[in-house]
């Protein structure tokens, strides 16, 4: 149990373009969904918490209108990085959480997104 | 600020014998604690937790210890396997809030 899947796994994109990273919980339901980036060699950094069906809760210093984040049901969220530059190039991991039974975080494979 | 430390950035051990990670935190609102194992270009995998209203907790080969007083945590392994290298983060949570704080992360490294 507690399975999250991300897709896509890897994207190239060219700068400018936008690109969305779909988070899926599998075989349970997530009332709150995380998206974390992780850049080589470092550790996880929260970037965003949302919660079905509210607004997205953005840390200090990540752009809100860069990283779009819906959360439409509790089995998806997306993240959108709009007008992608080369320093968006990153790993981008969801989890997710439902906090009804445990705060454990299960967390997705990740998407490696590689900015031309 | 970093709230979660893990101060050892690798660590080797011979196979069969025990793997001691350690973690320290600095925020006493932290009432939530996770190790997760991570592999390069993978999502962290779940592998134990611990409530602080409880000092230990054992599943199979992993025991996670607390110690409220000090703020620290260890993750004890044993045996020791080879597949069980990887990284290893250390997570913190203030459960009101729900987010999770990690640490840098420790390579450990089985040798057969």
């Known amino acids: 149990g507690a399975v999250v899947s991300q897709h896509p796994s890897w994207v190239i994109c060219k700068s400018g373009t936008s690109v969305k990273i779909e988070c899926r919980s599998l075989?349970?339901?997530?009332?709150?969904m995380f998206w974390y980036r992780q850049f080589p060699k470092q550790s996880l950094m929260l970037m965003a918490t949302s919660n079905e069906g509210s607004k997205a809760t953005y840390e200090q210093g990540v752009e809100k209108d860069k990283f779009l984040i819906n959360h439409a049901s509790l089995t998806l969220s997306t993240l959108t990085v709009t007008s992608a530059h080369p320093e968006d190039s990153s790993f981008y991991i969801c989890?997710?959480?439902?906090?009804?039974?445990?705060?454990?975080?299960?967390f997705g494979p990740g998407t490696r997104l590689t900015v031309l | 600020d970093q709230q979660v430390k893990q101060n050892s950035p690798s660590l080797s051990v011979q196979e069969g014998r025990i793997s001691i990670l350690n973690c320290d935190y600095t925020n006493s609102m932290f009432d939530y604690f996770l190790w997760y194992k991570k592999y390069p270009a993978e999502g962290p995998t779940f592998l134990i937790s611990i409530s602080s209203i409880k000092d230990k907790n054992e599943d199979g080969r992993f025991t996670v210890f607390l110690n409220k007083s000090a703020k620290h945590l260890s993750l004890h392994i044993v045996p020791s396997q080879p597949g069980d290298s990887a990284v290893y983060f250390c997570?913190?949570?203030?459960?009101?809030?729900?987010?999770?704080?990690f640490g840098q992360g420790t390579i450990l490294t089985v040798h057969p």
């Open positions: 989890s997710a959480m439902w906090t009804t039974t445990t705060y454990t975080q299960y």
């Open positions: 997570a913190a949570s203030d459960t009101s809030y729900g987010k999770l704080t």
């Open positions: 075989d349970f339901q997530a009332t709150t």
